[in-house]
C-alpha cells in the first residue's frame, strides 16, 4: 500500500472518528505515554500534522520537542478538523514522493513525514481508544503500509532519527 496523500486522509479521519465522539471526562484520561492525557494526544497529533501544511508550502521544519495542548484552544475537534483539512489541501497538488523538505537534522522526503504522520495518526487513535475502553480498528490496508515503512528505516529508528 503506498502512504499517500489518500492514506493520510483516510488515518487523518480514522482519527477525528476517534475524538469526535468523547465525552468532557474522557478528555483528561490517561494515554500512553504514562504522563499524556487525551488532550495531550490530541494537540501532539495537530501540532505533528501542522508540519505537513508547512513542509508542503516548502517551509523548513524543526524537530517538536515540547509543545502545549493550549494550540488546541476551546474547541479540541474544531482545532484538529482545520489541521486535517489544511494538510489534505496541502498536499492535492504536491507528490510527497519526490519533494525534499529541509529540516533541522537534514534534509527529508515529505513521503517520508507523510508516512510518519499516517502512523501517528493510527497509533494516537488506538491509544486514546485503549484510554477510554473503546475498541479501536485500524485499517489493515494501512496499519501494513505503515508496517512497511518503518521496516524500510529500521535503522534510522534504532539510531535515534
Request: hydrophobic share 50%; net charge negative; charged share 20%.
Amino acid at each position: 500500500m503506498s502512504l499517500d496523500a489518500a492514506a493520510y486522509q483516510r488515518a487523518a479521519a480514522h482519527f477525528g472518528e476517534t475524538i469526535v465522539e468523547l465525552s468532557d471526562e474522557e478528555w483528561e484520561l490517561t494515554t500512553h505515554p504514562g504522563d499524556w492525557t487525551v488532550i495531550t494526544t490530541v494537540a501532539w497529533v495537530v501540532v505533528g500534522d501542522a508540519q505537513l501544511s508547512a513542509a508542503a508550502a516548502g517551509q523548513a521544519l524543526q524537530s517538536v520537542g515540547e509543545f502545549d495542548a493550549a494550540v488546541l484552544g476551546g474547541n479540541p475537534v474544531a482545532a484538529w478538523r482545520g489541521t486535517a483539512v489544511g494538510a489534505i489541501g496541502a498536499l492535492r497538488d504536491i507528490d510527497p514522493a519526490g519533494t525534499i523538505v529541509p529540516h533541522e537534522q537534514g534534509p527529508i522526503l515529505l513521503g517520508d513525514l507523510l508516512a510518519q504522520r499516517i502512523s501517528e495518526n493510527l497509533v494516537r487513535a488506538w491509544d486514546i481508544g485503549q484510554a477510554t475502553g473503546r475498541p479501536v480498528e485500524l485499517p489493515e490496508d494501512l496499519v501494513d503500509g505503515c508496517l512497511d515503512f518503518w521496516a524500510e528505516h529500521a535503522d534510522a529508528v534504532l539510531a535515534g532519527g
